[in-house]
């Protein structure tokens, strides 16, 4: 019942036709463009495909589907709300690949006072040292054909 087409990747471009089965994409210059393609059925359930364009010569494109990498899906866990000063918490990530297998997790703090992050090369860290406040997280993850997806979390902490 519906269609949802984005960019994730690559330099910007110009997307017309975004909620149709076939999209329309202008502006493209040398170099290779990422989009996704969500579909909605009648009952809610929900499936999306990626696709990989790459131009060259600014005149020749080919486009990557079905037989190409279907990129993996990080999940950094649902942003946590936390009322105690906890002396250290552990995040709970994951990630699906489809057409493969994770090969690399990655964690790293993007904002908020810097807190420490021990096992940051897993799914599951700990982070140390909160104080009241907001801190923000990403995990990056790679599968075996390389490439890479990010998810985003939140954790707040506050004095009960």
């Given at each position: 019942v519906s269609y949802k087409w984005i960019q994730y990747g690559g330099a910007a471009a110009t997307l017309t036709n975004t909620t149709s089965p076939t999209l329309s994409v202008s502006g493209l210059k040398d170099g290779k463009y990422y989009f996704r393609l969500t579909v909605t059925?009648?009952?809610?359930?929900?499936?999306?495909?990626?696709?990989?364009?790459?131009?060259?010569?600014?005149?020749?494109?080919?486009?990557?589907?079905?037989?190409?990498?279907?990129?993996?899906?990080?999940?950094?866990?649902p942003d946590k709300r936390i009322t105690d000063i906890v002396n250290s918490l552990r995040i709970y990530g994951s990630a699906k690949d489809s057409d493969g297998r994770i090969t690399s997790y990655k964690w790293a703090q993007y904002g908020g006072d810097p807190v420490t992050l021990t096992n940051a090369n897993s799914p599951t860290p700990t982070v140390s040292d909160l104080e009241p406040g907001k801190y923000?997280?990403?995990?990056?993850?790679?599968?075996?054909?390389?490439?890479?997806?990010?998810?985003?979390?939140?954790?707040v902490v506050s004095e009960s």
């Amino acid at each position: 019942v519906s269609y949802k087409w984005i960019q994730y990747g690559g330099a910007a471009a110009t997307l017309t036709n975004t909620t149709s089965p076939t999209l329309s994409v202008s502006g493209l210059k040398d170099g290779k463009y990422y989009f996704r393609l969500t579909v909605t059925d009648d009952k809610g359930a929900t499936d999306y495909d990626n696709v990989l364009v790459n131009v060259t010569n600014s005149s020749t494109a080919s486009i990557e589907t079905g037989g190409g990498n279907i990129y993996p899906v990080a999940y950094a866990g649902p942003d946590k709300r936390i009322t105690d000063i906890v002396n250290s918490l552990r995040i709970y990530g994951s990630a699906k690949d489809s057409d493969g297998r994770i090969t690399s997790y990655k964690w790293a703090q993007y904002g908020g006072d810097p807190v420490t992050l021990t096992n940051a090369n897993s799914p599951t860290p700990t982070v140390s040292d909160l104080e009241p406040g907001k801190y923000y997280f990403k995990l990056t993850v790679k599968d075996d054909d390389g490439a890479l997806d990010t998810d985003r979390m939140l954790i707040v902490v506050s004095e009960s």
